[in-house]
């Protein structure tokens, strides 16, 4: 039997409605930018596997490291105890975050990092005597499938079972240059007649909202407002960090430091779970007690594996190297002169891109969207390109290390997709 079948017997995916979708593809083995399925045929990985390898799958260092801290220390609890890759991997991440960013607080994914931002606001304000509950966010924002995590994401289409137990939340809209000054006023009102604990947003790039961007001056006047008026902000870089948006975090772009920032996706640079979620000084103080309780209990079993700390860190390494700056350059280029020759192509509604992230809309009736994303995707893999469409989105965040002729291929496969939908 092939793993496909095999697959089919007690596995349960991710995201999936097994009744339409029941058929997997078997990936064996992945090096560079190629995934390779079991029957050998390879795929360029136009998506990093979800932004996660952007130094490329097997990256011989990372595992060269990986591997030499598997001999040294596994694991060991991390109440009472510390290590070395926890210990240098918080110092080496402090230089790189923006710089009111003074604490780093460990978890497994992207969703327990925003699960813990939202409950160390929430702390944050309790501690102080100040018993704020409502979490402003934005409208089409993902910030993960946990509860908390869940509750402040707006793209909520599959959330309908859970709503009623959701954590209290006003959206407001996306800022564009039409809208802001109805936003502003909004979040004005909102700030001053409720107890807003926090304001909670993904900074310039909404991933799942299929790459949707908007602009850093806008985002900009809520964090000033949210900060006149003691509301803690949260920015999601779980997609956005580590250099994708051509910064190391997309929160550079922005005069406001946010006070707490959730990391995860390509921390690891794709080789095992991990999240981070950092703070600066004035919120970790607030936790600083003779009081036991106004500690934050909060705690997984694998907090800071010393596995996934040491990939980490040679990821970071890796980030701040010439060679991987200089990759960055050519994949905005690159981006840009495709962007070019695309733009005014007849299927083409809007494009858009923020460093090594491009996305671009496609002129296509509504009815059509639903089917035509699996079509689009089944079209790119039989052509070795891995891309997942949103809606009508297709969208490129490929590994750094992606070679000149991969990312053309990657080009002339969207151009043929359009000439033939
Ligand atoms: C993917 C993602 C999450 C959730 O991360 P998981 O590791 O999938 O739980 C949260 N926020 C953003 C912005 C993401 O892109």
Same mark, same amino acid.
Request: net charge negative; glycine share 4%.
């Given at each position: 039997m092939t793993l496909k079948e095999r697959d089919k017997k007690h596995l349960w995916h991710p995201l999936t409605q097994h009744k339409l979708h029941p058929e997997h593809i078997a990936i064996r083995k992945a090096k560079g930018v190629l995934l390779y399925d079991e029957e050998g045929k390879d795929y360029i990985d136009g998506i990093a596997s979800w932004y996660t390898c952007m130094y490329g799958h097997c990256?011989? &260092?990372?595992?060269?490291k990986v591997s030499e801290q598997l001999q040294q220390l596994d694991h060991v609890v991390f109440a009472g105890f510390t290590h070395e890759p926890a210990v240098k991997l918080s110092e080496e991440l402090i230089k790189i975050l923006p710089d009111n960013q003074q604490k780093i607080f460990f978890s497994d994914n992207g969703s327990t990092s925003v699960d813990v931002a939202i409950k160390? !606001? =929430?702390q944050y304000h309790f501690n102080q005597g100040d018993k704020r509950s409502k979490i402003i966010a934005l409208e089409d924002g993902f910030h993960g499938d946990t509860f908390g995590a869940m509750s402040v994401s707006g793209l909520s289409v599959y959330n309908g079972p859970f709503e009623d137990f959701f954590i209290d939340v006003a959206r407001i809209p996306v800022p564009t240059s039409e809208n802001f000054n109805e936003v502003r006023v909004l979040f004005e009102k909102l700030v001053k007649e409720h107890q807003v604990a926090a304001f909670i947003y993904e900074p310039l790039v909404q991933g799942a909202a !299929?790459?949707?961007m908007y602009d850093s001056e806008l985002l900009d006047e809520l964090l000033q407002i949210a900060q006149n008026n003691g509301v803690v902000t949260i920015a999601d870089e779980v997609m956005t960090g580590f250099g994708k948006t051509g910064k190391n *975090? !997309?929160?550079? &772009? =922005?005069?406001n430091n946010p006070d707490i920032i959730c990391l995860s996706k390509s921390l690891t640079a794709g080789l095992v779970p991990m999240a981070i979620t950092s703070c600066s000084e004035k919120i970790y103080n607030a936790f600083l007690s003779e009081e036991l309780g106004k500690g934050f209990f909060h705690g997984h079993t694998y907090s800071a594996n010393p596995v996934a700390c040491t990939a980490a860190l040679a990821g970071i390494e890796l980030l701040q190297t010439q060679e991987i700056k200089e990759n960055i350059q050519r994949i905005i280029i690159a981006h840009q002169q495709f962007d070019e020759k695309i733009k005014n192509h007849p299927k083409v509604k809007e494009t858009r891109q923020l460093g090594v992230i491009y996305a671009l809309d496609l002129n296509i009736e509504m009815e059509r969207y639903g089917n035509l994303r699996y079509q689009l995707f089944n079209f790119f893999m039989e052509?070795?390109?891995?891309l997942r469409p949103l809606g009508s989105t297709i969208y490129? =965040? !490929?590994? *750094?290390v992606i070679a000149e002729e991969q990312l053309q291929k990657i080009y002339r496969t969207i151009e043929k997709a359009l000439?033939? *939908?």
């Open positions: 990256n011989d &260092y990372i595992t060269q160390i !606001a =929430l !299929a790459m949707k *975090f !997309a929160s550079e &772009y =922005l005069q052509h070795g390109v891995c490129i =965040l !490929a590994p *750094f000439d033939t *939908f």
